[in-house]
């Protein structure tokens, strides 16, 4: 019987219970996939390195893991993509997949959470789902990564799904990226809008969301709009941690394209 992995990449958090989130996916990832053996790799060496030195526990890059499983003897190999969106941090990941083909029998990845029109949808309706019912006066807003990559578009098409399933006042952010805080502020000034739920669009609530978004440093999300009067209060919880997602990554991991 051939030796077959399940790699599962994300980009890591240095946040141990922000990492659940991981967990919980690579949990679901594993009871999908009961014929495969386990294992797991960050995309960040900054994080990778920082767990090494507070933790004592090492994770591999996907490139250092796999020169282990091919030395392993291992034939088939699926490569699960723990990614929001495919942009920088995903593109790194296939170019160092892509350098192994030819070393395993079979090699193939899964898309990252948003990949095609019914990833967003079935994204935005679990989150309509879970929100809490909004008054008159509240607004949602998440806050994703945001990215120079071309795929940063992506954001605008999860406020678009949300507004397709009737969400008049969710909006969505980002740190690096557009749409940004100034966008969310301008957008929330058109409506009679006092209280603003925070929560972040990421697998994880790790440091951009308990810093950036939930900080009481005046620059954070949560700052600013109390110093424009708004009230807030802040969901932490990574995407990563809610079924439904998790259910995307298995269907994208069961339709893994062969490198």
């Not at 240095?14 to 960050?42: K, M």
């Not at 900054?46 to 090492?58: F, L, N, S, T, W």
């Not at 972040?200 to 951009?208: C, E, N, S």
Request: overall charge negative.
């Amino acid at each position: 019987m051939s030796k077959k992995a399940l790699m599962v990449v994300s980009f890591g958090t240095t946040y141990p219970d922000a990492r659940r989130a991981i967990e919980n996916l690579e949990e679901r990832l594993c009871a999908a996939f009961p014929g495969y053996d386990f294992y797991r790799a960050f995309t960040s060496r900054m994080v990778a390195r920082k767990i090494e030195k507070e933790e004592g526990v090492y994770i591999p890059s996907p490139a250092e893991l796999l020169g282990q499983l091919a030395d392993a003897g291992y034939e088939e190999v699926c490569c699960q993509s723990l990614h929001v969106i495919f942009g920088q941090e995903y593109e790194k990941l296939m170019e160092q997949l892509r350098a192994f083909r030819g070393r395993f029998t079979r090699l193939s990845a899964g898309a990252p959470l948003l990949w095609d029109t019914q990833d967003y949808l079935r994204l935005t309706r679990a989150l309509l789902e879970r929100m809490p019912r909004l008054a008159e006066d509240e607004a949602f807003v998440f806050m994703g990564h945001g990215t120079e990559h071309p795929a940063n578009a992506a954001y605008a098409l999860v406020e678009n799904c949300f507004r397709y399933q009737g969400a008049e006042r969710v909006y969505v952010g980002t740190v690096e990226g557009f749409p940004h805080l100034d966008y969310v502020l301008a957008r929330l000034s058109r409506r009679e809008v006092t209280n603003v739920h925070l929560a972040p669009l990421m697998i994880v609530a790790g440091d951009h969301a308990q810093n950036d978004l939930a900080g009481e440093e005046e620059g954070s999300w949560k700052s600013r709009l109390e110093s424009e009067g708004y009230g807030t209060e802040v969901h932490l919880t990574g995407l990563g941690e809610l079924d439904e997602v998790a259910d995307i990554f298995i269907d994208h991991c069961k339709q893994a394209s062969p490198l």
